[in-house]
T-cell receptor, first 112, second 114 residues
Framework: GENVEQHPSTLSVQEGDSAVIKCTYS??????FPWYKQELGKRPQLIID?????GEKKDQRIAVTLNKTAKHFSLHITETQPEDSAVYFC???????????FGTGTQLKVEL | DSGVTQTPKHLITATGQRVTLRCSPR?????VYWYQQSLDQGLQFLIQ???????AKGNILERFSAQQFPDLHSELNLSSLELGDSALYFC?????????????FGPGTRLTVL
């Protein structure tokens, strides 16, 4: 089955700096890659997603890039703010039943 | 608010007991998914239902079972509970089973087994 690796497991940045979280996946048939943000004790919330026919997608301070050949995708957050502090999960979807495989999460801490 | 509801919010029970967690999907969504999130752990996919039928199975224990009813709400039954079953259980829903349906998560049920 699909395997998703996520790095780093923790990331600490200064407010205003950029943060990058990277994920790799194993199944070349995967074609949909969402990113979720989870604040402590709360539900995971979709923040951005990308499909395999697109290389990059932006939404204000958040962007995701996808390299299908290398089977990796990344989340980029620019001008980080304290409210960006949370755990971020990447995921990969492989067709044949809508089963998402999640990465292990990155704890992002934005320091003042 | 994602539109997905889960009850109860918290559940405290003893080892060996059985509990039922309930999930109502967003209006119009046909698929329901169950995930387990243990302390400091990622999201483990348990099972998916689509329009009343089991669609995909993940790392779901034999002691756990689920079903989706005609009104599309779903229940996750956990029996012979063990200490290690203590976790956050999330339900998510999506429109259907098309390519890359976005999944929207409910607020979760926190299960504590004493």
């Amino acid at each position: 089955g699909e395997n998703v690796e996520q790095h780093p497991s923790t990331l600490s940045v200064q407010e205003g700096d950029s943060a990058v979280i990277k994920c790799t996946y194993s199944d070349s048939a995967s074609n949909y890659f969402p990113w979720y943000k989870q604040e402590l004790g709360k539900r995971p919330q979709l923040i951005i997603d990308i499909r395999s026919n697109v290389g990059e997608k932006k939404d204000q301070r958040i962007a995701v890039t996808l390299n299908k050949t290398a089977k990796h995708f990344s989340l980029h957050i620019t001008e980080t703010q304290p409210e960006d502090s949370a755990v971020y999960f990447c995921a990969a979807y492989r067709g044949g039943g809508n089963k998402l495989t999640f990465g292990t999460g990155t704890q992002l801490k934005v320091e003042l | 608010d994602s539109g997905v509801t889960q009850t109860p919010k918290h559940l405290i029970t003893a080892t060996g007991q059985r509990v039922t967690l309930r999930c109502s999907p967003r209006s119009g969504d046909l698929s329901v998914y169950w995930y387990q999130q243990s302390l400091d752990q990622g999201l483990q996919f348990l099972i998916q239902y689509y329009n009343g039928e089991e669609r995909a199975k993940g790392n779901i224990l034999e002691r756990f079972s689920a079903q989706q009813f005609p009104d599309l709400h779903s229940e996750l039954n956990l029996s012979s509970l063990e200490l290690g079953d203590s976790a956050l259980y999330f339900c998510a829903s999506s429109q259907g089973v098309s390519e890359g349906d976005t999944q929207y998560f409910g607020p979760g049920t926190r299960l504590t087994v004493l």
